[in-house]
Nanobody
Framework: VQLQASGGGLVQAGGSLTLSCAASGRTFSLNGYAMGWFRQAPGKERELVAAISSGGGIYYEDSVKVRFTFSRDNAKNTVYLQMNSLKPEDTAVYYC??????????????????WGQGTLVTVSS
């Protein structure tokens, strides 16, 4: 399984960005995987932002609730993270991750089998 994240960039506070994560693999299907978006700011540990189960259940960390939306397109094997009302504290490298788990929202880094390369989001004040 390969994950390709994209969509990061520089944005002013209050702005928006949409991250994409395209998954590929010989037999990969989003129906059989839990997906997650994590982020890691300089000097900090990688933290969960949002996660989605294979069945579509979604979890958001409190800091991004209402502002961020996690969605997926099963036909394209792609997940998205729509980020609105961005704040400087959202600045980080964002990673997508996949776990071969059905019907479960996976909230820990250890729970994921596959990781994308990361995309940098910088929010200026």
């Amino acid at each position: 399984v390969q994950l390709q994240a994209s969509g990061g960039g520089l944005v002013q506070a209050g702005g928006s960005l949409t991250l994409s994560c395209a998954a590929s693999g010989r037999t990969f299907s989003l129906n059989g995987y839990a997906m997650g978006w994590f982020r890691q700011a300089p000097g900090k540990e990688r933290e969960l932002v949002a996660a989605i189960s294979s069945g579509g259940g979604i979890y958001y960390e409190d800091s991004v609730k209402v502002r961020f939306t996690f969605s997926r397109d099963n036909a394209k094997n792609t997940v998205y993270l729509q980020m609105n009302s961005l704040k400087p504290e959202d600045t980080a490298v964002y990673y997508c991750a996949a776990a071969q788990r059905i019907g479960v929202i996976v909230r820990t880094t250890q729970g994921y089998n596959y990781w994308g390369q990361g995309t940098l989001v910088t929010v200026s004040s």
